[in-house]
């Protein structure tokens, strides 16, 4: 199994930045790629960027330019470096590993809220 774990959210201003990290441990060996979902209220969960294990990104069209996802060298743990917040950022964010077992596995996630 694997087990993910966020951090790094909180409040900022709109046009502000925000780092958030996503530590993996367990069976990371197994792990193909690891992405960034966020959900905001009363919408559906949607992929922002996600991260393969031979460092192929893609981003949701909304954050391109914007965000940025990447890893340490070890693959253990997955950046999510976001700058220029709008307010419709705002969401809980979710990590993600998919393995090579066709697993998903979810941390609890972090919230970011951008407002003035």
């Known amino acids: 199994q694997v087990q993910v774990v966020e951090s790094g959210g909180g409040l900022v201003q709109p046009g502000g930045s925000l780092r958030l990290s996503c530590a993996a441990s367990g069976l990371i060996f197994s792990i193909n790629a690891m992405g960034w979902y966020r959900q905001a209220p009363g919408k559906e969960r949607e992929l922002v960027a996600r991260?393969?294990?031979?460092?192929?990104?893609n981003y949701a069209d909304s954050v391109k330019g914007r965000f940025t996802v990447s890893r340490d060298n070890a693959g253990n743990t997955v950046y999510l470096q976001m700058n220029s917040l709008k307010p419709e950022d705002t969401a809980v964010y979710y990590c993600?590993?998919?393995?090579?077992?066709?697993?998903?596995?979810w941390g609890k996630g972090t919230l970011v809220t951008v407002s003035s």
């Open positions: 993600n590993a998919a393995t090579n077992s066709r697993m998903d596995y």
């Open positions: 991260i393969t294990r031979s460092s192929s990104t």
